[in-house]
Protein backbone atom coordinates (compact mmCIF):
# COMPACT_ATOMS: atom_id res chain seq x y z
CA UNK A 1 0.00 0.00 0.00
CA UNK A 2 1.22 3.37 -0.27
CA UNK A 3 0.94 5.05 3.17
CA UNK A 4 0.43 8.99 2.94
CA UNK A 5 0.18 12.24 5.18
CA UNK A 6 -3.04 13.42 4.66
CA UNK A 7 -2.05 16.91 5.98
CA UNK A 8 0.82 17.18 2.76
CA UNK A 9 -1.23 15.11 -0.03
CA UNK A 10 -4.65 15.11 -1.00
CA UNK A 11 -6.59 12.13 -2.35
CA UNK A 12 -6.38 13.36 -5.85
CA UNK A 13 -2.00 14.18 -5.92
CA UNK A 14 -1.57 10.20 -4.91
CA UNK A 15 0.03 8.17 -7.50
CA UNK A 16 -2.63 5.84 -9.33
CA UNK A 17 -0.14 2.71 -8.99
CA UNK A 18 3.33 2.19 -8.07
CA UNK A 19 4.51 3.00 -11.33
CA UNK A 20 3.68 6.61 -10.88
CA UNK A 21 6.46 6.84 -8.51
CA UNK A 22 8.84 6.97 -10.92
CA UNK A 23 8.00 10.27 -11.96
CA UNK A 24 10.50 12.76 -11.52
CA UNK A 25 8.28 14.92 -9.43
CA UNK A 26 8.11 12.22 -6.74
CA UNK A 27 11.71 12.74 -6.03
CA UNK A 28 12.83 12.44 -2.12
CA UNK A 29 8.83 12.71 -1.15
CA UNK A 30 8.43 8.79 -0.68
CA UNK A 31 9.88 6.15 1.12
CA UNK A 32 10.50 2.31 1.19
CA UNK A 33 12.14 -0.56 3.02
CA UNK A 34 14.03 -2.50 0.02
CA UNK A 35 15.81 -4.99 2.35
CA UNK A 36 12.87 -7.21 3.77
CA UNK A 37 10.89 -9.84 2.04
CA UNK A 38 7.69 -8.05 1.95
CA UNK A 39 9.52 -5.31 -0.36
CA UNK A 40 10.48 -8.19 -2.90
CA UNK A 41 6.70 -9.63 -2.84
CA UNK A 42 5.66 -6.19 -3.90
CA UNK A 43 8.40 -5.91 -6.86
CA UNK A 44 7.68 -9.76 -7.42
CA UNK A 45 3.97 -8.49 -7.58
CA UNK A 46 4.83 -6.07 -10.42
CA UNK A 47 6.78 -8.19 -12.36
CA UNK A 48 4.00 -10.59 -12.80
CA UNK A 49 1.75 -7.78 -13.59
CA UNK A 50 3.95 -5.04 -15.66
CA UNK A 51 7.10 -7.70 -16.81
CA UNK A 52 10.59 -7.26 -16.80
CA UNK A 53 11.11 -3.93 -18.80
CA UNK A 54 8.38 -2.32 -16.75
CA UNK A 55 9.88 -3.67 -13.65
CA UNK A 56 13.36 -2.43 -13.65
CA UNK A 57 12.36 0.68 -15.18
CA UNK A 58 10.51 1.36 -12.09
CA UNK A 59 13.50 0.29 -9.84
CA UNK A 60 16.04 2.82 -11.78
CA UNK A 61 13.44 5.57 -11.17
CA UNK A 62 13.34 4.19 -7.43
CA UNK A 63 16.91 4.28 -6.80
CA UNK A 64 16.53 8.05 -7.75
CA UNK A 65 13.37 8.95 -6.55
CA UNK A 66 12.76 7.19 -2.97
CA UNK A 67 14.36 7.59 0.07
CA UNK A 68 15.51 3.96 2.23
CA UNK A 69 14.57 3.21 5.27
CA UNK A 70 15.02 -0.14 7.12
CA UNK A 71 11.45 -1.62 8.52
CA UNK A 72 8.17 -1.13 7.14
CA UNK A 73 7.24 0.30 10.57
CA UNK A 74 10.01 3.09 10.24
CA UNK A 75 8.45 4.05 7.04
CA UNK A 76 5.20 4.22 8.64
CA UNK A 77 6.47 6.23 11.46
CA UNK A 78 8.29 8.64 8.84
CA UNK A 79 4.98 9.40 7.13
CA UNK A 80 3.52 9.71 10.42
CA UNK A 81 5.70 12.31 11.69
CA UNK A 82 5.50 14.48 8.40
CA UNK A 83 9.55 13.57 7.24
CA UNK A 84 8.03 12.17 4.33
CA UNK A 85 4.87 12.40 2.17
CA UNK A 86 4.19 8.93 1.65
CA UNK A 87 5.38 5.42 1.87
CA UNK A 88 5.03 2.20 0.34
CA UNK A 89 4.74 -0.59 2.79
CA UNK A 90 2.77 -4.08 2.88
CA UNK A 91 -0.79 -3.62 4.26
CA UNK A 92 -0.29 -5.04 7.32
CA UNK A 93 1.96 -2.64 8.78
CA UNK A 94 -0.67 0.08 7.68
CA UNK A 95 -3.31 -1.49 9.67
CA UNK A 96 -1.50 -2.55 12.48
CA UNK A 97 -0.57 1.43 12.64
CA UNK A 98 -3.99 2.54 11.99
CA UNK A 99 -5.10 -0.12 15.28
CA UNK A 100 -2.24 1.28 17.28
CA UNK A 101 -0.43 -1.95 18.08
Given at each position: VFAYDKTKLKEDQLPK???DLADPSWKGRWAASPSGADFQAIV???LQLKGEAATAD???????NFTAYKGNNTVMK????????????????????????
Open positions: SLLSALWLKAMKEAVNAGEIEGGVIYHYYYFGDQAKT
